[in-house]
């Protein structure tokens, strides 16, 4: 009976990871484009994606590889400073992920706002989106983001003048389109995921219509494998290196321990152990580093797609990994014919789903602060750029949450004789409630002692302290001058 379950996990683990295997292809290719490295390089993340933290233990069934959530940050590393040092950034990164797995840091990820999270996947996707656009027509995108934004009346002005544009422009809208319909086949569905049905359906027309439009560039897999020397590691000195190491440490490990969150909820099975998981993830970057490939992180929907093709244990990942090796080796010429439109509809259709407008609306009313924070997360990632935008984003829930919680009241007696005004302050006095509590104090009789209690605050901070000490004292003597004045 044992060996008869092994047998049945076992190939139910063989279908699944044939599933992940055909998602994971287009997806691979697609950002490494997207990324401005060789498409091969993304095929080498997502093979050591399985095959070695695929292995590791962390989470049994979330499959990690290249992550359209990092395509902004890596091209804007890659501009800046070459490919040549993309591979010694992700090892710093893969490092920085190692040791915050070894000081047990990987569980204190469950602790950032998910509004910051879902801003900070809103402005990966708008800024996605403003990007392939672009590809979607074979035009070169301009640069940033806002810069492309700026530049989008000009595309459509060239795209409308160009028979070439207007090929690729419609590859690439049939491939969105594909993409939207076919999870609607449920027969074709389950043969055939929507990703690779939609690409293999636009190489398939570019290649019966003889269309004009741009191809993948293909060099082989060992010559785009180009390991870091030393003076890419040399570069890991500048303090705008070391933020985006930072950037690519703090943002993959977010989006591969929130994913892990999320898979959990998809099965019955051993729960993700988020250390683990975390150092597993370090240890891919540090190997995908070592071989200049992209960063990875845990991916939602490949994740998604294993545990719905009926997943049991680790070696659906595993094996996914040994089939993009295999494809990856023998033929890598398939990816010369698949058009750059096609994988440009891929990433669109990612970056929409990125972006949770349907979640926008009941947030705004039930938690406008939340959906404050997600708002400004997201424009601050697309009018500056993706690490700024991120701690923008985490000082904003820091702000929202202090001034949530910073609530004070004043309890105020005004004795009917000539006795004291009793006031006894309730709540937490902070800073941010100081000039309200300030201008409640000033509005009592100036010409009547007052009786401030404080036992009643859970917690007063230094300047809220400083600032009631100095207006007792001017109470005071502003109550002794008029005394005096009396007496005269």
């Known amino acids: ?231 890419d590691l040399g570069r890991l000195v500048d303090l705008g290196a070391l933020g985006t190491v930072l950037a690519f440490a703090l943002i993959a490990s977010a989006e591969s321990l929130f994913s892990a969150a999320a898979v959990d909820r998809l099965h019955d099975g051993p729960r993700t152990d988020y250390d683990k998981e975390l150092m597993a993830q370090g240890a891919g970057n540090a190997v995908c580093g070592v071989l200049g490939a992209l960063p990875m992180t845990a991916v939602i929907v490949r994740s998604a797609a294993n ?6 244990t ?46 926008l609306r009941p947030l705004w009313r039930e938690h406008r602060g939340e959906a404050a924070v997600l708002l400004v997360t997201a424009v601050a990632i697309v009018t500056i750029n993706m690490f700024e935008g991120v701690l923008i984003g985490i000082v904003a829930a820091v702000v929202k949450t202090a001034w949530e919680t910073s609530h004070v009241h004043l309890d105020v007696h005004t004795p009917d004789d000539d006795g004291p005004v009793l006031v006894r302050a309730l709540g937490n006095a902070t800073f941010l409630r100081l000039p309200k509590l300030l201008d409640q104090l000033e509005a009592l009789p100036a010409d009547r002692d007052v009786e401030l209690d404080l036992g009643g605050l859970r917690h007063l901070d230094h300047a809220c302290a400083a600032a009631l000490k100095n207006w007792a004292e001017a109470h005071r003597r502003s109550r002794s001058r008029r005394s005096a004045e009396l007496v005269s």
Request: aromatic share 6%; with cysteine.
């Open 314 to 359: 680790k070696v659906s990942r595993v094996l996914h990994g040994v089939w993009l090796l295999l494809f990856a080796a023998a033929f890598p010429a398939a990816l010369g014919v698949v058009p750059v439109a096609a994988l440009a509809g891929v990433l669109l259709h990612a970056g929409c789903k990125l972006i949770p407008l349907r979640d």
């Open 1 to 231: 009976m044992k060996r008869l379950a092994s047998f049945e996990f076992f190939r139910a683990d063989f279908a699944a990871s044939l599933v992940v295997f055909l998602v994971a292809v287009p997806l691979c290719v697609g950002v490494a484009v997207a990324s401005g490295v060789p498409a091969e390089l993304g095929l080498v993340t997502g093979i050591v994606g399985g095959l070695l933290t695929g292995l590791l233990p962390g989470s049994s069934l979330q499959v990690s590889g290249p992550a359209a959530g990092l395509t902004v940050l890596v091209f804007e590393a890659v501009k800046e400073y070459g490919l040549g040092a993309l591979g010694a950034l992700v090892l710093a990164a893969g490092v920085l992920q190692l040791g915050m797995g070894a000081l047990k840091l990987g569980r204190w990820f469950r602790a950032i706002s998910i509004a910051v999270v879902q801003g900070m996947l809103a402005g990966i996707g708008l800024v996605l989106i403003a990007g392939q656009v672009y590809a979607l027509t074979d035009a070169k995108a301009p640069g940033s983001g806002l810069a492309n934004i700026g530049a989008l009346p000009r595309l459509v002005a060239d795209t409308v003048a160009s028979d070439r544009a207007l090929s690729a422009l419609a590859i690439g809208a049939t491939t969105i389109a594909v993409l939207v319909l076919w999870p609607r086949w449920r027969r074709g569905a389950r043969m055939l995921p929507a990703p690779l049905a939609a690409v293999a359906l636009a190489t398939t027309a570019v290649w019966a219509l003889d269309l004009p439009v741009a191809r993948v560039k293909v060099s082989g897999l060992l010559d785009a494998i180009q390991p870091p020397g030393l003076a």
């Open 307 to 312: 545990v719905q093709a009926g997943a049991r």
